[in-house]
């Protein structure tokens, strides 16, 4: 099996996973050294309240090339896997779940990924495992995503994907806590191409996201990215404040044409209820935009790292032609 001496570095982030992390440790590490000379594993422990910072940390004596960041608390996925971003030096990196993604596809994909696409996107074959709502859930948003927001967003992606060194340099460039890497790695541009696969079940019961959760996370990501729903809210505004005009029109030409004038209960009813139904769609818009405003004037970071271990040997090929030894080698 050819060894390739580009280097490779998979990012996967952690969260309450002690039971399935050496499996994949070895899984990854065993697939990193049949292919490349040099490598690297960075995980993230995402807030695990678990032993998993534990079970890394013996890892790390067993194995080379190994980088466990611990953050102060759980951050999300998102900004987990970024984290991991942030500190990689790979020629090529590769991003994966623990729980649900094959490291047997990495040599297949970093091939496809030299042949010129700078960012390889995981789809995953089905959604089976998942209960119906989040699946019924899941049609409707990335329904709404594509015909009413026009977000770029491609149904079932996963976070399994490749990126080149360029793709991973610009999205560490994105300064926002809120980082929804599927649509980052779609907006920054460059080459890029799907592959589809089916995931893995390191878990005899998969983890499943709660249902405010996961609107928690479509709400975010329809919020970051795109500006309709506030167009909306100002349309709708806008129609009712018509409306009401006409309404009042119509109340003076009653009252000058019209001798006996009978009590308008249920259309007066009807129009208090409709006009403060459109107010409090635009308050409800407006006051998730004004939150998430709000939240990033803060300047807060994204995440903080609490600790950071790593294996004793961090470089697999010592005599990598690229690493310089001493200020003699460079020449000006």
């Known amino acids: 099996m050819a060894i390739y001496d580009f280097f490779v570095s998979v990012v996967a982030p ?10 994949f440790v070895a899984e990854v590490m065993q697939v990193l050294r049949d ?46 896997i970024s984290s991991g971003l942030d500190s990689v030096i790979g020629d090529f990196v590769v991003v994966m779940l623990p729980e649900s993604d094959p490291p047997e596809l990495i040599p297949e994909l970093i091939l496809q ?8 996107i995981g789809i995953r074959k089905n959604r089976s495992g998942e209960p119906w709502w ?16 026009k977000i770029p967003l491609i149904k079932n992606a996963t976070q399994f994907r490749v990126l080149s060194r360029a793709v991973v340099n610009a ?36 983890k499943v996201k709660g249902f405010l959760e996961n609107v ?6 329809i919020v970051v990215n795109s500006v309709r729903p506030l167009r909306f809210a100002s349309y709708l505004g806008l129609i009712a404040s018509i409306f009401n005009i006409l309404y009042i029109g119509y109340i003076g030409v009653v009252y000058l044409f019209k001798a006996h004038v009978a009590e308008g209960w249920v259309t007066i009813s009807f129009q208090n ?11 409800t818009i407006l006051s998730e935009y ?21 294996s004793s040997v961090l470089i697999a090929d010592r005599d990598r032609r690229n690493v310089v030894k001493s200020s003699e080698n460079i020449q000006v």
């Open 216 to 221: 928690d996370i479509a709400l975010q990501v």
């Open 290 to 310: 004004v939150g998430f405003i709000f939240d990033r004037l803060k300047g807060w970071p994204a995440y903080y790292i609490a600790e950071e271990k790593q």
């Open 171 to 206: 999205i560490i460039q994105v300064n926002d806590k809120y980082r929804y890497l599927r649509l980052l790695s779609f907006y920054v541009g460059y080459r890029s191409r799907t592959f589809t696969y089916e995931i893995v079940k390191r878990y005899r019961k998969p």
């Open 14 to 23: 952690l969260s309450n996973d002690s039971k399935i992390v050496r499996h």
């Open 35 to 80: 292919n490349y000379a040099n490598y690297e594993l960075v995980l993230v422990n995402d807030g695990s309240e678990d032993d998993t910072s534990e079970q890394v940390a013996a890892l790390l004596k067993e194995y080379e090339c190994i980088r466990l960041v611990n953050l102060s608390r759980s951050f999300g996925t998102d900004v987990a």
């Open 134 to 149: 989040m699946r019924w859930g899941a049609n409707l948003f990335y329904w709404s995503c594509k015909r009413i927001f």
């Open 113 to 120: 990924a030299r042949n010129g696409y700078d960012i390889l």
């Open 273 to 283: 209820a409709l006009m403060f139904f459109c107010i409090s769609m635009v308050l």
